[in-house]
């Protein structure tokens, strides 16, 4: 499956045969080999509300999944796939795409020579849940990739049958040949009734432009086409329906399962446990209420030597075990979380509030907001900010944008005090322990925002011999908030480091770029 992205044909599609399909025969009520009376009228168009909802299925529906995030800071690479012990084809094809889309993004994205400076480019890969049953497995896969001048979304599902030795495309949704010949055609004809389609012809579909396939509650196929696929300017998904009455003759044995495990996602443990877990009417894990917060410590970094450590793209599968070390080490810190995981994992959040941390904002899709729209940056800021609000009822105060990438315009919409870093333990990058600590207790200076992830393993196993590195030198660990003290932080302004104790010659710190 993972090579069905390099099959995928760059080429623009002028359009469609409208002639073909608007003219001839009187047709057969359902053929594919006849012309259908489409309506243009825009109740034709199945509404949002009756397509899957491509924010993903809860998580909690399969219980050994991990999503698995991975980052490179610098060449704007962020990707977070799905691993199944149960289902070790699903974890297969998982890796193996991302492994490839970011193998060709590294190739054709190299640092400039003479100032070691990477291109102007981000890859972001992120999959979703769209089909769960104990049988079946359907994974949605955005593929977003930039050039600086420019970016499209890919998209691709992966779907996997439990048992089976391989993963599976939408070519083993449907039955015969002439079965996969009869929906491409569906296909077509749907897609005539969309204006952002271009005039001309689809007669040489391929297959690979069809490599996402799901279904909505009411069973129809949604094809999402790659950005720009059917025509300039078709961005966001283009999402053509073909019918659940014209599709559901056509479908395998297995694309009928996919279909159920689609419209009626069953949990692949007791049906009971996983509704006592979940919030009635959210779909979300159920959420205590957090406990009460540490009483605001006195500090004054301005006389002391203060560090504020951070955490960015988590809560992860290890930010338990991170934060008994923070307790022990007493070590109030700053996690700076992603919307998808601390949906996932609420309780974490609770527990960071009632321990005296502080939860910070990191957006929901992880893209660089120097390539969104405006409402695109609003957008990833709320849906982050409704999920916190959710745990632990209040939005983040802080907001941290991926890959410290901003501007005048995007500090502005973030409504906070933006904080970025001093010190880059290369956490990221290294996944080696022994280099963590020894970066972060070597760069780190009085007033310092170590910039750290929770998601890695190496990073979680760093962080004692850091506490107590830092602790010999006779730093106090304090909150980003508690770093600015009583100059404060102010909303849209960016914040690299806090204040330094006092000297004769000491001059105003704190403030990026000032």
């Known amino acids: ?57 809860p998580l ?6 991990e999503a698995v995030a991975q980052s490179d800071e610098h060449r704007r690479i962020f990707t977070r796939h799905f691993e199944v012990p149960s289902v070790p084809e699903a974890t297969r094809a998982q890796r193996e795409l991302v492994k490839e889309v970011v193998d060709a993004f590294k190739a054709t994205n190299v640092p400039d020579v003479s100032t070691g400076t990477f291109p102007a480019a981000e890859l972001n890969v992120r999959s979703d849940l769209t089909a769960v049953s104990t049988q079946v497995l359907g994974i949605r ?50 897609a005539t009734i969309d204006p952002r389609v ?32 059917l025509g300039t300017g078709s961005v966001g998904p283009l999402i053509v329906t073909v019918s659940a009455e014209q599709v559901s003759a056509l479908l395998s044995d297995f694309g009928t399962l996919a279909r159920t495990a689609s419209t009626s996602p069953s949990p692949r443990i007791q049906l009971g446990l996983l509704q006592d877990s979940l919030a009635p009417g959210t779909g979300l894990p159920l959420a205590q209420e957090p406990g009460n917060p540490p009483s605001p410590r006195s500090i004054d970094c301005k006389t002391e030597k203060c560090v504020a450590l951070t955490f960015d793209d988590g809560p992860g599968p290890k930010t338990g075990k991170l934060l008994d070390s923070l307790r022990d080490g007493k070590a109030p810190s700053t996690f700076f979380v ?8 609420p309780e974490i959040l ?60 995007s ?26 600590v020894d970066s972060a207790i070597k760069q780190t200076r009085p007033g310092s925002i170590v910039l750290l992830h929770d998601i890695h393993s190496s990073t979680v196993a760093a962080v004692p011999r850091i506490l107590s590195g830092l602790q010999a030198k006779g730093y106090t660990f ?20 806090g204040p330094q104790p006092a000297k004769p010659d000491n001059r105003k710190t704190g403030k990026a770029g000032r």
């Open 198 to 229: 271009f005039n001309g012809s689809l007669m040489d579909l391929e297959d690979s432009w069809l490599d996402s396939v799901n279904f909505d509650r009411l069973g129809n196929a949604l094809v999402e086409f790659d950005d720009n696929s």
């Open 350 to 409: 609770q527990r960071m509030v009632s321990e005296g941390h502080e939860i910070g904002n990191h957006t929901w899709n992880h893209r660089s907001f120097t390539s969104l729209s405006s409402a695109e940056i609003r957008s990833e800021i709320d849906r982050t900010n409704d999920v916190i609000s959710q745990a632990v009822n209040q939005p983040a105060g802080l907001l941290r944008p991926p890959f410290g990438a901003h501007n005048s315009i």
């Open 411 to 436: 500090d502005r919409l973030s409504s906070t005090p933006v904080i970025l870093w001093d010190v880059d333990t290369l956490d990221w990058k290294h996944r080696n322990a022994e280099k963590v």
């Open 60 to 65: 909690l529906l399969v219980p050994d999944v």
């Open 478 to 497: 304090v909150t980003v908030t508690e770093l600015m003290g009583s100059a404060g932080l102010e909303a849209g302004e960016s914040y690299a480091r």
């Open 338 to 345: 992603t919307g998808p995981n601390a949906k996932l994992r």
């Open 141 to 190: 896969v955005n593929t977003y990739e930039s050039s600086g001048a420019g970016g499209a979304t890919r998209y691709l599902t992966q779907w996997s049958e439990q048992g089976s030795p391989r993963a599976m495309g939408t070519r083993d949704l449907f039955g015969s040949d002439d079965d996969w010949a009869d929906f491409k055609e569906f296909v077509v004809q749907a």
């Open 1 to 57: 499956m993972p090579s069905a992205f390099g099959r995928k044909s760059s080429l623009l599609i002028s359009g469609i045969l409208c002639t073909v399909f608007l003219t001839g025969c009187a047709p057969t009520p359902g053929s594919p080999k006849s012309p259908l009376a489409f309506s243009h009228d825009t109740d034709a168009v199945p509404s949002a509300t009756d397509r899957q909802n491509t924010d993903s299925l």
